[in-house]
C-alpha cells in the first residue's frame, strides 16, 4: 500500500487520533500550522476532489460536518476555524488521499498564501 493516509488508516503508520468512525479518521497534522490543526480524512481512497463519484457527496459532508464537531470538542468553535481542502500541485496538496484540514487556535489571515 503506497498511500501514506492509507497506511495510517490502517494503523500501519503511527498518528495520534482525534476520531474514527466507519467513514472517517481524523489526526492530528504531524507539522501543524496552527495549535489545532486535524485532518480529517475518509477511509476510500479517493485521490483530489477531481475524483469524487457522486456517491462520496455523504462522506464529503460527514467530512464537513466532522469538522464542525472537532472545533467544538477541541474549544475553537467559538473563537473560529479554518477548513482546506487543497486540490493538486498548486493549491499545494502533498498527500494525494482527500483531507479536510482544520486549523484554529490563532487568527487567521486572507487571502491565504
Ligand atoms: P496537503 O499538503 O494539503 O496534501 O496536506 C498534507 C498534510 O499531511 C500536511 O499538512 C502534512 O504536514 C501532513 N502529514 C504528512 N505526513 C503526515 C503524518 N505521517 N501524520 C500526520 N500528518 C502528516
Redesign the pocket.
Known amino acids: 500500500m503506497s498511500c501514506?493516509?492509507c497506511r495510517?488508516i490502517a494503523g500501519d503508520?503511527?498518528?495520534r487520533k482525534a476520531y474514527e468512525d466507519d467513514t472517517l479518521v481524523a489526526?492530528?497534522?504531524?507539522?501543524?500550522?496552527a495549535p489545532v490543526?486535524v485532518?480529517i480524512v475518509p477511509r476510500k481512497h479517493i485521490a483530489t476532489l477531481n475524483d469524487l463519484a457522486p456517491d462520496d457527496q455523504p462522506t464529503v459532508g460527514a467530512m464537513v460536518a466532522r469538522a464542525a464537531a472537532l472545533a467544538k470538542d477541541l474549544g475553537i468553535d467559538a473563537r473560529g476555524y479554518r477548513t482546506?481542502?487543497?486540490c493538486n500541485r498548486e493549491?499545494?496538496?502533498?498527500?494525494?488521499h482527500i483531507?479536510l484540514?482544520l486549523l484554529g487556535g490563532r487568527p487567521m489571515h486572507w487571502p491565504p498564501g
Open positions: 501514506l493516509f495510517i503508520v503511527p498518528s489526526f492530528h497534522d504531524v507539522n501543524p500550522q490543526h485532518l482546506v481542502f487543497n493549491a499545494g496538496q502533498s498527500v494525494f483531507h484540514h
